[in-house]
């Protein structure tokens, strides 16, 4: 809503010759505007109706008022907000006629302090302005502000530069805040990166063990095989990650203990020992089989569940586009 109403003014500072109309208007309004107070008792009022000549002071001071405050409805907006708190404030310490006053030099100076960093030649004609707009402002009022008013017009400006810095602050912890989060998403990744190709490893030693019994080298195919499809599934489904990765950092070191410890010990025992301990690797062997198929079938169940949701997805688009009843 603001921006809509605002948007007249972005035109006019974007076209010269709608500036040059527009400062027109606020010559002709700042003629105008001591009118407005000899209605209102002021403290240049019985002035103004004694000598013609503060009155057009008083035009002038406005028209330098309004020349300052234009540039910052048009180029420095959070600037002009702080001028026209600095006029209302104003407003309820001293003579109302003085207001656009207090509104200008309050945005010239929020403007400058704004601005410190980039200031061109411009500024300094503004800057001039100023200056007449403040002699002006003393030939006519004598520069006697009340002391509450000053005091709230310093807190105005401590607390502005209090929420600067504030926000500054909350600035500079959100960005660390995320740069450590960051930190850590990279680091996750580069472990879990780092597990998937230790467990890829592992497999592959598995596979590449020779010098086994046959029945025994027919379960570890089992196993290997069906870890690989594990890994498959890891790769394909996000979901089955984590389960799939937990899974194998368990029981994949039990299968190479059991088929090293076995191979060292077939060598080492007698006869009838290698025999029971062959059974009993064996044995154990079968059942890590019987469980890397039954956790390949789980994770399986996500792409299932997925299948079934496209074809239920599929007979609904069918049927409503009347291609089956």
């Given at each position: 809503m603001l921006q809509k109403l605002l948007l007249p003014f972005d035109h006019i500072r974007d076209s010269r010759w709608m500036r040059v109309f527009f400062h027109?208007?606020?010559f002709i309004l700042a003629m105008m505007f001591p009118s407005f107070f000899s209605a209102i008792p002021t403290d240049?009022?019985?002035?103004?109706?004694?000598?013609?000549?503060?009155?057009?002071?008083?035009?002038?001071?406005?028209?330098?008022?309004?020349?300052?405050?234009?540039?910052g409805l048009l180029y420095d907006r959070s600037s002009l907000v702080m001028g026209i708190i600095a006029g209302t404030i104003w407003l309820f310490f001293g003579d109302p006629a003085a207001m656009?006053?207090?509104?200008?030099?309050?945005?010239?100076?929020?403007?400058?302090?704004?601005?410190?960093?980039s200031l061109m030649n411009v500024h300094g004609w503004y800057l001039f302005i100023g200056v007449l707009m403040f002699l002006s402002y003393q030939k006519l009022f004598v520069f006697n502000v009340p002391p509450l008013f000053l005091i709230l017009y310093g807190l105005m400006f401590v607390s502005l530069f209090l929420i600067k810095k504030y926000a500054q602050y909350i600035e500079v912890r959100n960005q660390q805040?995320?740069?450590?989060?960051?930190?850590?998403?990279k680091f996750e990744e580069q472990r879990e990166q780092e597990v998937k190709s230790a467990l890829s490893r592992q497999i592959s030693r598995l596979e590449g063990?020779?010098?086994?019994?046959?029945?025994?080298?027919?379960?570890?195919?089992?196993?290997?095989n069906t870890a690989r499809l594990i890994e498959l599934c890891m790769q394909r489904d996000e979901r089955d990650e984590q389960p799939g990765r937990l899974f194998l950092e368990r029981y994949l070191p039990m299968v190479e203990t059991i088929?090293?410890?076995?191979?060292?010990?077939?060598?080492?025992?007698k006869e009838d020992q290698q025999q029971q301990s062959l059974n009993e690797q064996l044995e154990a062997l079968r059942t890590l089989g019987l469980a890397f198929q039954e956790k390949h079938q789980e994770l399986l169940?996500?792409?299932?569940?997925?299948?079934?949701?496209?074809?239920?997805t599929l007979d609904k688009m069918l049927k409503t586009d009347g291609y089956r009843k």
């Open positions: 027109l208007f606020i240049v009022q019985p002035t103004l109706l004694e000598n013609a000549q503060w009155k057009g002071a008083l035009s002038t001071l406005y028209w330098f008022a309004f020349i300052i405050l234009c540039r656009p006053f207090w509104a200008a030099i309050t945005t010239l100076v929020f403007h400058f302090c704004r601005s410190r960093h805040r995320l740069k450590i989060k960051q930190a850590q998403v063990i020779g010098h086994l019994p046959a029945a025994l080298k027919k379960e570890l195919n089992v196993i290997t088929v090293t410890k076995g191979l060292s010990l077939s060598n080492q025992l169940i996500n792409d299932q569940t997925d299948l079934k949701t496209e074809l239920s």
